[in-house]
Each structure stands twice: as C-alpha cells, then as structure tokens.
C-alpha cells in the first residue's frame, strides 16, 4: 500500500511582517496543521525530536497527543525520535500511550540523531553514539514483542521478567537512516521499516540501500517491510513563488548549522540544482512536486512519502497552504502517476 504524510521539526513559526512568534503559539500551531493534514485525507503527520531555540518541539509525543484528540483518521508519530539520549522503555510507554489515545494510529520512527543537542542535555557522551543506539534498539524491539522483558546491557540497568505497562497493541516502527549502509542493516536486523532521511543531493544515490535493505531483510528471515522517503520541500501555486518563498529561509537555517555541521553554505546554484531534477529539495507548484516525488519513490522502490514542510521563518498561513496543496493536489497526482 502506498501512503504519503507529512513531517516536521516544528520550526518557529513567524507572522505576516517576519517576526518570530512565541514557543507556546508555534506549539499550538503546529497542533492545528496536524489536524489539517487530516482533513485533506493524509496518512501520517510526524514531528521530529529538537531541543533548540529555533526548533521548540522537544516533547513531541505531547503534542500528537494533543492532536490525536482533534482527529480521526491520520497516523501520528515522531521523525525522528532520537533514542540514543532517552530511555527505551519510557520511549515504549509514551508511544504505547499514544497508541491507546489515537485508537491504533501511533507509529514511532527511531534514529541516532543527526542533531547531537539532546546528548549534553540528558548527560550522555557523544563517544558513546553507536552503543548507545544499538543497544537501546535493541532494548526497544524486545519490548515491542509484548509480555515480560529480560534485558542487560551497558547503558542502562537491567531488566529481568519485567511487566512494562501499558499494554496496547504493536504499532509500526521504523529506522530513520542517514547515509550509513550499517544502519540499513540494523534495521532489517529488527524486521523494522526503513526510512530514507534524504536531505542533499541526487535522491537516487539511495536505491543501493533500498536493495541492501531488502535483501537483508530476506537474510534475516523477515517478511518484506516498507521503505519510505523523508525529504524537505515546500508547496506553492508556482513554482517561481515556491522557490521564491522557500529560498531566503532556506539560506538562513542551512547557512547557521553549516557553521556546527559541516553543511556548506548555499548559494543560488547549488540551490537551483537542489530544486531542479536531480536535487533533493521538493520545493514547487503541485504538479513540479508530484512529478519528482513519483520518479524518486520508483527509483528507490519506496512506498512511503513523507515530506518535511516547513522551514524557520514562513509563516502559519504559508504552512497551512502547503498542506492544504499537498494533501489535495500533490498526493492524488503522484497516485495517479504511480498507477
């Protein structure tokens, strides 16, 4: 089955005149474009773990709470949920919870956590990055399977037959992948779904580890699973006023964490090629977007699109439009154009 949704990292929403709006007003927007997502009829809306000034979602799980209550139909889960740096088994109780208030819509997407922001914070040592999420993955998958739960490792305590509450139905997990061929492996490991976190660059460049996925899945005795598609974009009428709207944003954000994360800064080159074909930006009108989401979903077999909308200074009214475009325009051509 072939589904499409909407991802977000709840950046600071601004108003009319550019000015940067509260913590608490943001928060409450983003409530009101998750309902919305449900209205034009999408599958998923997710929001990813921040813990920053310009990204104020640090308890997300809250939050689609919150919009679990105002909708009926849409899943509703992290993008991603960084693991390394929480506990598993609270991580496993709130999505649990969740999946008890959503009435079976809750899906969790783990990752390592390309922001590091949250290791300082919660005290955890940056050399400790790979053991950390292997084992509390490990941890996790071994909750998922229900009924007491024995586990020993070195990041946290030990658990021996222990009844971990509450107890309500599996939900869909899967593993937010970066660029590592080892983590396209792990997750197949696990019989979790793969996600593609595609954020620079030629999105074909991926379709090697769609095929690594699937035949480690097949290795390890596991059913195929999903692998979906996780890119930022930004929909407009046009494609001039699209590009137009989401350029100048786009400089400030990635020109800022270039300067702690190795990005380089872009330049209306590099930009027009993000944008065009070949790049990894879905920035346009809905037919430009449609056409290159349906291309990039059969270059990497995928059967999940979730689009990361939203950038540190557009606005509400801006954001609700892309949705609005997306759910009603967008998502049906793809549809229409992968049948």
């Known amino acids: 089955m072939t589904t499409f949704g909407l991802d977000t990292f709840g950046d600071v929403t601004h108003d009319a005149s550019g000015t940067p709006l509260s913590h608490a007003q943001t928060i409450r927007d983003l409530v009101d474009q998750g309902v919305l997502a449900d209205q034009v009829g999408l599958d998923f809306f997710g929001i990813g773990e921040h813990h920053t000034a310009d990204m104020p979602l640090s308890a997300a799980d809250v939050v689609l709470a919150a919009i679990a209550a105002r909708t009926s139909s849409i899943h509703l889960g992290s993008a991603v949920t960084v693991l390394s740096s929480d506990d598993p088994v609270r991580v496993f109780q709130r999505f649990s919870t969740l999946n008890a208030l959503s009435d079976g819509r809750a899906e969790i997407i783990l990752g390592r956590g390309s922001s590091v922001d949250s290791f300082p914070l ?33 990041t946290r305590a030990a658990l021996h037959e222990q009844d971990v509450v509450p107890h309500t139905e599996p939900f869909p997990t899967w593993i937010g992948v970066g660029g590592s061929p080892q983590s396209v492996v792990r997750a197949a490991s696990y019989g979790f779904s793969l996600m593609l976190a595609i954020i620079g660059g030629h999105p074909g460049r991926f379709a090697p580890f769609s095929e690594l996925y699937k035949h480690a899945l097949e290795k390890f005795g596991h059913e195929p699973q999903p ?38 800064t872009p330049t209306p080159e590099s930009y027009a090629h993000e944008v065009g074909p070949h790049g990894a930006l879905f920035v346009g009108s809905p037919e430009t977007v449609a056409q290159k989401m349906a291309r990039t979903m059969k270059k990497l077999d995928a059967s999940r699109f979730d689009l990361k909308y939203g950038i540190g200074g557009l606005s509400h009214d801006s954001l609700l439009r892309t949705i609005e475009l997306y759910g009603t325009r967008v998502v049906p051509r793809v549809r229409e154009l992968l049948d």
């Open 122 to 154: 919660f005290g955890y040592d940056l050399a400790d990055y790979e053991d950390l999420f292997e084992e509390k993955t490990h941890l996790f998958a071994e909750l998922l399977k229900g009924g007491p739960v024995t586990w020993q490792g070195k």
């Open 227 to 264: 692998i979906g598609i996780h890119s930022p974009g930004h929909v407009a009428p046009t494609d001039e006023q699209a590009r137009e709207e989401f350029w100048p944003h786009y400089l400030d954000v990635i020109g800022r964490l270039g300067k702690t994360r190795g990005f380089a």
